[in-house]
């Protein structure tokens, strides 16, 4: 996952780099976007704690039902196996929030950029740029190209995906309500911002 987001975090680099000539669109303040992304990320990071509580709990009862002398327990192995994945994706979901907003404040310093990354993230997801400029006016570039993953891995259309977080207001949560898997969110992102 690291090398994915350093590979992530290059390409956009270049690109905001490449974007430094165009006309800047509205964006937040440097404050109010890291106070939004942070937002996010805090909403996601309640629920990788919950799946991680989840997690204590079902080692909790493996404990208990473990048979003496030990024995294979195939139905708590593949409990403990979907409880390890979900806690992976909530925190997968949680880190490349992170990650794409600290990003995202390179946008702040150079507003020019913002059309580098309404470009790509447009033709990345085939989503049309009127969409995109609606979804910015109340979604960080950070939560709206979670969402898009998100919907592309889960194989949704992206209204329903932004229709659950204005429910939910943690893309963690989305991702596994829709049924995220690990690695899923990195595949579906892969070559966003090529190098």
Request: a positive charge.
């Amino acid at each position: 996952m690291a090398r994915h987001l350093l590979l992530l975090a290059a390409g956009f680099s270049l690109g905001l780099l490449w974007s430094s000539s165009a006309p800047s669109l509205h964006q937040p303040s440097q404050e109010e976007l890291v106070k939004r992304v942070q937002g996010d990320i805090e909403e996601s990071g309640k629920q990788v704690v919950a799946e991680v509580w989840s997690l204590i709990g079902l080692l909790k009862e493996m404990v208990r039902e473990a048979p003496v002398p030990i024995g294979p327990m195939p139905h708590m192995e593949e409990k403990l196996k979907k409880g390890m994945a979900r806690v992976m994706t909530a925190a997968e979901v949680t880190a490349t929030q992170a990650f794409l907003g600290a990003l995202e404040k390179m946008t702040i310093v150079n507003p020019p950029a913002d059309w580098f990354v309404l470009d790509r993230v447009g033709q990345f997801f085939q989503v049309p740029r009127d969409d995109l400029q609606s979804l910015r006016k109340e979604l960080t570039w950070s939560s709206i190209i979670v969402g898009l993953g998100i919907a592309k891995a889960v194989q949704k259309d992206r209204a329903t995906v932004f229709s659950h977080y204005q429910k939910h207001r943690s893309w963690a949560r989305v991702g596994l309500n829709l049924g995220l898997v690990p690695d899923g969110l990195k595949k579906a992102l892969d070559g966003l911002f090529p190098q």
